[in-house]
């Protein structure tokens, strides 16, 4: 059983900072591509960006791309997301999660990730 557990959610102004990490057990992290995403109060949920299971590549959706940076230590199984300049509208719940395939492509939809964080909330006040 693989358990994910998001952390470093919290309360920011827009234009600040934060750091979420991802901790996963198991010992096959490294085998692979991880997932961001994310649900608003009302909203669906969806994608923030993803990693290879390498690391060497990365994706991102086009309303983070530039302000966002995701990525992984596989040494640690943990992944990461640095949110710079944030903004009102980044507020969410921010969930990690794991692409139901080893060595599979990274994936922007939720029925290609298998398990899932519990998330953590991201607030930005304007």
């Known amino acids: 059983q693989v358990q994910l557990v998001e952390s470093g959610g919290g309360l920011v102004q827009a234009g600040g900072s934060l750091r979420l990490s991802c901790a996963a057990s198991g010992r096959t992290f490294g085998n692979y591509a991880m997932g961001w995403f994310r649900q608003a109060p009302g909203k669906e949920r969806e994608f923030v960006a993803a990693i290879s299971w390498s690391g060497g590549a990365r994706y991102y959706a086009d309303s983070v791309k530039g302000r966002f940076t995701i990525s992984r230590d596989n040494t640690k199984n943990t992944m990461y997301l640095q949110m710079n300049s944030l903004k009102s509208e980044d507020t969410a719940v921010y969930y990690c999660?794991?692409?139901?395939?080893?060595?599979?492509?990274?994936?922007?939809?939720?029925?290609?990730?298998?398990?899932w964080g519990q998330g953590t909330q991201v607030a930005v006040s304007s």
């Open positions: 999660a794991r692409r139901s395939s080893p060595i599979a492509s990274m994936a922007r939809g939720l029925y290609d990730y298998d398990y």
